[in-house]
């Protein structure tokens, strides 16, 4: 999936009576908040566990087609919260922005496109997987676990300036 331009509004509007800066020349473009999913070296995930319970979890972040993709093993906390509910969000801290991405979260599929997410790992992190049989493993680790990749397609975003006084929301058609 390629992530298309969201629309880009300011996140508070002088109404709201709020200390951040409700000047629309203030409003972020997207393509700023991919540069920050793309130079960040961890960020965190959050899903939902069976009982509603927030998990979050720091993982390591690619972007394919500008779509954020993480790698988990399926049987982790992460990885079963997924399988059950797609809610998640992403947050990372950059230079410039911090980041919030909330959406929904799908296994990658399919040979080609997994190996494209793996080769965007291996380029970013050097983490190297074993495409086989439609399966992802880490040769590199004892008993090459199974891992899988999961795609958020982002509902809206949140950005939120360095200089503590802008905000931006960033809603995604779907």
Same mark, same amino acid.
């Given at each position: 999936?390629?992530?298309?331009?969201?629309?880009?509004?300011?996140?508070?509007?002088?109404?709201?009576?709020? %200390?951040? /800066?409700?000047?629309?020349?203030?409003?972020?473009?997207?393509?700023?908040?991919?540069?920050? *999913?793309?130079?960040?070296?961890?960020?965190?995930?959050?899903?939902?566990?069976?009982?509603?319970? %927030?998990?979050?979890? %720091?993982?390591?972040?690619?972007?394919? &087609?500008?779509?954020?993709?993480?790698?988990?093993?399926? #049987?982790? @906390?992460?990885? @079963?919260?997924?399988?059950?509910?797609?809610?998640?969000?992403?947050?990372?801290?950059?230079? /410039?922005?911090?980041?919030?991405?909330?959406?929904?979260?799908?296994?990658?599929?399919?040979?080609?496109?997994? @190996?494209?997410?793996?080769?965007?790992?291996?380029?970013?992190?050097?983490?190297?997987? &074993?495409?086989? &049989?439609?399966?992802?493993? &880490?040769?590199? *680790? %004892?008993?090459?676990?199974?891992? #899988?990749?999961?795609?958020?397609?982002?509902?809206?975003?949140?950005?939120?300036?360095?200089?503590?006084?802008? #905000?931006?929301?960033? @809603?995604?058609?779907?």
């Amino acid at each position: 999936m390629t992530v298309g331009t969201p629309i880009a509004e300011l996140l508070f509007q002088p109404k709201d009576a709020t %200390p951040f /800066d409700t000047d629309v020349a203030t409003v972020k473009p997207w393509s700023q908040a991919v540069s920050c *999913l793309r130079s960040a070296h961890r960020c965190w995930l959050s899903t939902v566990r069976p009982d509603g319970r %927030p998990h979050a979890a %720091p993982v390591m972040l690619v972007l394919v &087609d500008g779509a954020p993709c993480v790698a988990s093993r399926p #049987a982790s @906390r992460k990885g @079963r919260n997924l399988a059950r509910n797609p809610h998640s969000v992403l947050t990372v801290g950059g230079e /410039d922005l911090d980041l919030v991405v909330e959406g929904n979260a799908h296994q990658v599929a399919g040979d080609a496109a997994l @190996r494209r997410v793996a080769a965007a790992f291996a380029t970013k992190y050097g983490w190297t997987f &074993d495409i086989r &049989d439609g399966q992802v493993h &880490d040769e590199s *680790l %004892p008993g090459s676990p199974r891992y #899988a990749f999961y795609e958020i397609s982002p509902v809206q975003a949140f950005g939120y300036g360095a200089d503590g006084l802008t #905000a931006t929301r960033w @809603r995604f058609h779907h």
